[in-house]
């Protein structure tokens, strides 16, 4: 005898896993749209709050890019502190920014991301001076370069990662 079931098993898979790669990318990018904001507003809120904290203890900022020579008579101490983060754009905000470089212009959600990682660097930079017991950073550089941009072929994506790198002399 014929048994239809058997063969309308592995069709059956088949079908659920070309619906599940079908609407997963779907999905996913409509999800980034909806909750993207939401989640960047919120490291945004985190990021003040932050900022706020450190400018308490210190009472003020503590980095400093001189453009006169100090008194080098306070200075007991120095050495290097460096922080680095790598963030990148969601789905939506890639999108957004490929629809908007046919038609030129300034790229807003890219900006927000390389605002939001320039921000996130200088704060992790703050903090990091405070725990290895810096009272100031001076002379303070932030080094911005694209991680993982190539694909196959040697095409270039539009944006990929984004590394932030800041350093600077910490003094005592």
């Known amino acids: 005898m014929y048994d239809i079931a058997a063969e309308s098993i592995p069709l059956l898979i088949i079908f659920v896993l070309v619906a599940v ?27 003040l709050a932050r900022e706020q904290k450190v400018a308490g203890i210190v ?3 503590n980095i400093h890019t001189l453009s006169t020579p100090i008194n080098l008579d306070n200075i007991s101490q120095c050495g290097l502190v460096m922080t680095n983060i790598t963030v990148s754009p969601s789905w939506w905000q890639l999108f957004l ?8 212009g300034q790229i807003q959600s890219y900006d927000k991301v390389l605002a939001y990682g320039r921000a996130e660097v200088m704060q992790r930079l703050r903090e990091q001076a405070l725990g290895e017991g810096w009272s100031e950073i001076i002379n303070v550089r932030v080094e911005t370069s694209m991680v993982m941009n190539k694909v196959k072929g040697g095409q270039q994506n539009k ?14």
């Open 59 to 61: 009472g003020g900022d």
């Open 97 to 104: 920014g490929g629809i908007k470089s046919i038609f030129g």
């Open 21 to 47: 790669f079908v609407l997963f990318f779907p999905l996913a990018f409509i999800y980034s749209m909806l909750f993207g904001w939401i989640h960047e507003s919120g490291r945004q809120k985190k990021l």
């Open 159 to 172: 944006m990929g990662t984004l590394e932030f790198l800041a350093y600077g002399t910490g003094i005592r």
